[in-house]
């Protein structure tokens, strides 16, 4: 794959979740490729990302579905189109299916799955119009495997794996692709406070925490960095991959080889 300064030029992509971890490498991958950005993100160290790669930002919180069709409305009085979309924004919260509060439940499912339909629905038709678009959403081994205490989680990344495959058969047809990617543990910020909370609870160093605990099932002992998903990203959204679509794709260090 030759991905060069200008492989995207003229290309406009939006990222959700992207002020920083995954979201963050996307945007400065894509910008290093040539696309306009917007960077999409509650959290307004999105503007400092956009200010980085000389793009736009535009805050929302996902977990609202009103706030999330403003931000695709605020995003198409921007641009006319976007070429390339990516839904990255989430969340991860631990605990047993019974003491799970309702209203977080809910919260993560709009996150991580009903955002990533909306923003669909309101970018796709811009898409089939000019024959030509990319999504790319991030799911995460949990959309091919479970784990416990991670019902609502599991459930939206599993979920997010069947909206991706349904689309792809709906929009095939028009020049547009549509997978997933499904990253294992990888160095960000939300995996990194997991390694803290993990070594605190067991009493034991962070390293051991990623080899016993974390990676414990993987074939490579070692976390995955964000630049290896953004890659894959680019790849994905590249004429090189222009027959792949309705695919989930793992990256994690065998992981899920098991």
């Not at 977990?63 to 605020?74: I, L, P, R, V």
């Not at 990194?192 to 605190?200: K, V």
């Not at 790849?235 to 992981?255: C, H, K, M, Q, V």
Request: charged share 20%.
């Amino acid at each position: 794959m030759d991905i060069t300064s200008d492989t995207f030029k003229n290309k406009t992509v939006l990222i959700t979740g992207a002020a920083s971890g995954l979201g963050k490498a996307m945007a400065i991958g894509f910008a290093e490729a040539g696309a306009s950005v917007i960077v999409s993100d509650i959290n307004d160290a999105g503007t400092e990302v956009a200010s980085e790669i000389n793009g736009e930002f535009i805050k929302a919180d996902l977990s609202s579905m009103e706030e999330t069709q403003k931000m695709c409305m605020q995003t198409l009085k921007l641009v006319e189109s976007v070429d390339i979309l990516v839904n990255n924004a989430g969340f991860q919260k631990m605990s047993p299916v019974e003491e799970f509060p309702d209203q977080l439940w809910s919260n993560m499912i709009q996150v991580m799955l009903i955002s990533a339909f909306q923003t669909i629905k309101y970018f796709l038709p811009s898409m089939k119009n000019q024959g030509w678009g990319r999504i790319i959403n991030i799911s995460s081994i949990h959309g091919l495997v479970a784990s416990p205490y991670k019902s609502a989680y599991n459930s939206a990344k599993h979920g997010l794996i069947g909206l991706t495959k349904t689309v792809a058969l709906e929009a095939g047809q028009h020049g547009i692709t549509v997978n997933a990617i499904c990253p294992g543990y990888a160095r960000t910020p939300i995996v990194e406070s997991q390694i803290r909370d993990q070594a605190n609870y067991h009493g034991i160093a962070k390293d051991e925490v990623v080899d016993q605990i974390i990676l414990a099932p993987a074939a490579i002992k070692r976390l995955i960095e964000p630049d290896e998903i953004s890659q894959l990203a680019l790849f994905l959204a590249s004429e090189n991959a222009r027959s792949i679509t309705g695919s989930a794709y793992s990256i994690d260090a065998g992981w899920v080889a098991r």
